[in-house]
């Protein structure tokens, strides 16, 4: 079984940048599609972004576009999102999770790591 852990959120204030790791344990992605996803107070977690991570196939939600930028590390078997011109209304919660397939329910999550952007 995968387990998930993020690391990287942190205080910042806006117009800065934070990078987001989620690295995998128990096995390697291989053919999985790895998503962040985010949470802010009083709000539904909503998608950020996501990587197949063979196909390397990359989608953005329309809050992150431009800004944020998905990417992975087959060696060390973590995916990434760096965060740059962070606003206050990324502050959040932030999950990364993975499935198998495209379409298909997110199977494993990571206990999620906070942003705060102070304005």
């Known amino acids: 079984q995968v387990r998930l852990v993020e690391s990287g959120g942190g205080l910042v204030q806006a117009g800065g940048s934070l990078r987001l790791s989620c690295a995998a344990s128990g096995r390697t992605f291989s053919n999985y599609e790895v998503g962040w996803f985010r949470q802010a107070p009083g709000k539904e977690r909503e998608f950020v972004a996501r990587i197949h991570w063979s196909a390397g196939s990359i989608y953005y939600a329309d809050s992150a576009k431009g800004r944020f930028t998905i990417f992975r590390d087959n060696a060390k078997n973590t995916v990434y999102l760096q965060m740059n011109s962070l606003k206050s209304e990324d502050t959040g919660v932030y999950y990364c999770?993975?499935?198998?397939?495209?379409?298909?329910?997110?199977?494993?999550w990571g206990q999620g790591t906070q942003v705060t952007v102070s304005s």
């Open positions: 999770a993975e499935r198998t397939a495209p379409g298909t329910t997110y199977q494993y």
